[in-house]
T-cell receptor
């Protein structure tokens, strides 16, 4: 059974710092891994999607990597800003099924 | 603009009452999903539908029901059998194209509380 873990559960950093959020999964048989952002009381906004054949994806100040063999993904945020404060969730879609498994998220607070 | 609309934003349920959460999408997506989110936990799948007139139970379907009569609509009913319905409910959709994974797009959610 696929399990997705995100560490740390919460993170507070000063503005301008580069940071890394971690996601690990137990079953490497995945179609893709997706990173989302969730603001309080809102739905999820897709940030990056990495297909199983890819190693990384980049969008602006965000870079996500995927290492299937070790069951890990990282989301790198460069030059963090207070507007980056939100909860970040990763999710994996397994092969051989239709389900997407979500981690519990990392709550990020960027101090001005 | 294309997107997913969930309504209402807030909903209160009385004891023994069934309530229905609306989810509408104009993205022309085949697949639609309902998730439940509780504090400190990841999203859990309630039901999903890959095509009109077909839907499947997710991990926590007990006490819930759905219908998929139209491609753009996937309403969720929280029945009186669901004893702990207080949660944030999220609807999502995605293109359903063979084996290659496609991103899921989410609505803004409905927060359900017990009166």
């Amino acid at each position: 059974k696929q399990e997705v873990t995100q560490i740390p559960a919460a993170l507070s950093v000063p503005e301008g710092e580069n940071l890394v959020l971690n996601c690990s999964f137990t079953d490497s048989a995945i179609y893709n891994l997706q990173w989302f952002r969730q603001d309080p009381g809102k739905g999820l906004t897709s940030l990056l999607l990495i297909q199983s054949s890819q190693r990384e994806q980049t969008s602006g100040r965000l870079n996500a990597s995927l290492d299937k063999s070790s069951g890990r993904s990282t989301l790198y945020i460069a030059a963090s800003q207070p507007g980056d404060s939100a909860t970040y969730l990763c999710a994996v879609r397994n092969t051989g099924g239709f389900k997407t498994i979500f981690g519990a998220g990392t709550r990020l607070f960027v101090k001005a | 603009d294309g997107g997913i609309t969930q309504s209402p934003k807030y909903l209160f349920r009385k004891e023994g009452q069934n309530v229905t959460l609306s989810c509408e999408q104009n993205l022309n997506h085949d697949a639609m999903y309902w998730y439940r989110q509780d504090p400190g936990q990841g999203l859990r799948l309630i039901y999903y539908s890959q095509i009109v007139n077909d839907f499947q139970k997710g991990d926590i379907a007990e006490g819930y029901s759905v219908s998929r009569e139209k491609k753009e609509s996937f309403p969720l009913t929280v029945t009186s059998a669901q004893k702990n319905p207080t949660a944030f409910y999220l609807c999502a959709s995605s293109i359903n194209q063979g084996a290659k994974g496609q991103p899921q797009h989410f609505g803004d959610g409905t927060r359900l509380s017990i009166l």
